[in-house]
């Protein structure tokens, strides 16, 4: 039987968002690439090893050859235990962020570890603690450029490329409360170094820390289906990003060997956009994609076209084994 009070109770969450802006790059979907959200998911999955890809145009309409970032992510689970019931995981990855004719953006390769810990056998509680660490260049092309192009015209900028190093912190949580029910909260801090990113011969222009907060809930409405609702919110400076909302789960599962889902979501990013998400599963591949629909007083220019996500993951074990018809994300030891 649908529990109809945790429907209205989700649906109030999903409206009470009031304000968004935000500086750092971010996709929309939540589920595109774990450790990219959180350094302590690195590696939390149920496989040895998991490769990803994540794509983005944004504001294609407002400005020439628009926003485009790009991610890839590779991640292998290390030193697992059943005995004491953790793992280790390590990731690298590379992302890509460019935006108009002077293709100014940056380019970022990280690494990630993170430790991954089963707290009790009842309700599989887990908790996992990362960290990584960046290496990021900030440039634009300088021949497709109207400055700068005689000695006397610099207009007081002495590089078109700086690098900076930084470095993240975060924490995970899950639990599940039966068989088919999850829940989960993770927090982490990105630039904790606040980093000098300057083109200018200033020291004190610097990256502010950004902190990321979300939290998931997933439980069954009929034995093939679920809902799962997601919520949200970043901060950098005085600029914040709040996004709730929920996704509908149908599961095509008919033997234990097989893990094969479809998920359509729906989610509110606060005075900017209506998000839709598309999302197959089947056993350990999974993709996805995200349409943001602009909503902003840019809506005008944009025609109300913000974003499209593309996302890929796939997992590879060493060793095969049964897997459960659920679609709750676990780690295996």
């Known amino acids: 039987m649908v529990n109809y009070y945790k429907i209205i109770l989700l649906c109030l969450i999903f409206v009470s ?55 890839f992510t590779i991640e292998a689970r290390l030193f697992s235990s059943r005995r004491y019931k953790h793992s280790f995981g390590i990731g690298a990855g590379f992302m890509q962020d460019v935006a108009g004719t002077l293709k100014f953006g940056q380019k970022q390769w990280f690494v990630s570890l993170a430790y991954n810990k089963q707290l009790s056998k009842r309700y599989e509680q887990f908790i996992s ?38 470095y993240s912190m975060g924490v995970h949580w899950q639990m599940n409360p039966s068989e088919y029910q999850n829940i989960s909260a993770g927090f982490a801090v990105f630039h904790i170094n606040s980093p000098t990113y300057s083109f200018y011969e200033n020291s004190s222009i610097r990256l502010a820390r950004r902190y990321t907060a979300y939290a998931t809930y997933l439980f069954p409405t009929t034995e093939q289906s679920y809902i799962q609702s997601v919520i949200r919110y970043s901060k950098q400076n005085d600029n914040y990003e709040l996004l709730a909302g929920l996704e509908f789960i149908y599961s095509f599962s008919m033997t234990v060997f097989d893990n094969e889902n479809l998920g359509i979501g729906l989610y509110y990013r606060s005075n900017d956009a209506l998000v839709a998400t598309l999302r197959y599963q089947f056993n350990q591949f999974a993709a996805g994609l995200a349409y943001d629909v602009n909503l902003s007083s840019l809506s005008k220019v944009s025609n109300t076209y913000g974003a499209l996500e593309l996302w890929v993951n796939y997992g590879i074990n060493t060793i095969k084994y049964k897997q459960k018809t659920k679609t709750i994300p676990c780690p295996t030891f």
């Open 17 to 71: 968002c009031s304000k968004i802006f935000g500086q750092d790059v971010h996709f929309s979907s939540l589920t595109s690439n774990d450790m990219y959200l959180n350094p302590a998911k690195t590696s939390f999955f149920s496989s040895d090893f998991k490769i990803g890809s994540a794509y983005r145009n944004q504001w294609q309409t407002v400005s020439t050859n628009g926003y485009n970032t790009s991610l």
């Open 129 to 166: 603690i990362g960290a990584s660490m960046g290496r990021t260049s900030w440039g634009f092309n300088p021949a497709n450029a109207d400055f700068g192009q005689m000695a006397s015209d610099y207009e007081g900028i002495y590089l078109n490329k700086t690098t900076t190093f930084d």
